[in-house]
């Protein structure tokens, strides 16, 4: 009985005999589910993310899994799913790094698994997420001094002449420092110039926001990290 119902309605007797049983079903179906919770919680591990995220990469790799099993050789069906992934991306916002290498990896877990290596696919996950937590907790890649590296946005009056009115502030205060845009702002009342600097002393901003607010008329000033992430997935 249970074998009629999960049988394809345009299934030949031939493809029937090579039907995937419920159990073998249930049990891949498990295991992805089990590797992308563990994929989930070694991204938590020293990363920011959100809990649309986090729910992803745990229902991924069951995802991915059941369309491996479903097309099953089918060649014709493959392509087909093939173009839906492409398709996917442009639904989704710009992402980092470490959020499109974890949607591989969860990916890559459920392909393995839909394709029967389920001793395999827990491997994997099990290798790649302890080389993941520890690269962030050794802070691999990262660079020793990169919290002086800053963005300097100072906001001046349009009667001011910007061209070289801080330099001998920011000589002070920084090893280099470069104008990189000059905009207005305020229905054209106000000049926006963004500096990127890097600090000689990661201390003393506060003594380099206050000589600034004696050039710029106290309007506002503000650094922030010279790397920010505008969209997350």
């Known amino acids: 009985m249970l074998n009629t119902i999960f049988r394809g309605v345009f299934d030949t007797e031939a493809q029937a005999a090579s039907m995937i049983s419920i159990g073998d079903f249930i049990l891949c179906l498990v295991v992805s589910l089990l590797v992308g919770l563990l994929l989930a919680g070694t991204y938590t591990v020293k990363n920011r993310y959100t809990k649309s995220f986090l729910m992803t990469l745990a229902i991924l790799p069951a995802v991915v899994c059941v369309v491996i099993m479903m097309v099953n050789g089918n060649i014709g069906t493959g392509v087909a799913v093939a173009g839906t992934f492409s398709l996917v991306r442009f639904r989704s916002v710009p992402g980092t790094a470490k ?9 890559c877990t459920g ?7 389920l001793g395999y696919a827990v491997l994997f996950a099990l290798v790649l997420s302890g080389i993941t937590v520890a690269y962030n907790c050794f802070d691999f890649g990262s660079k020793k001094q990169e919290e002086r590296y800053k963005v300097l946005h100072i906001t001046i009056p349009e009667d001011l002449d910007y061209t070289g009115v801080f330099d001998d502030v920011l000589t002070e205060y920084t090893q280099t420092h470069a104008l990189e845009q000059v905009k207005t702002t305020n229905m054209g009342s106000l000049f926006k110039l963004t500096y990127n600097i890097v600090l000689r002393n990661s201390e003393a901003e506060k003594e380099l ?12 000033i503000s650094i922030s990290q010279k790397e920010t992430v505008t969209y997350e997935l």
């Open 209 to 220: 926001i206050d000589k600034l607010r004696c050039r710029n008329g106290n309007l506002e």
């Open 111 to 117: 392909l393995i698994a839909g394709m029967g290596y």
């Open 99 to 107: 959020e499109i290498c974890a949607i591989f990896l969860a990916m």
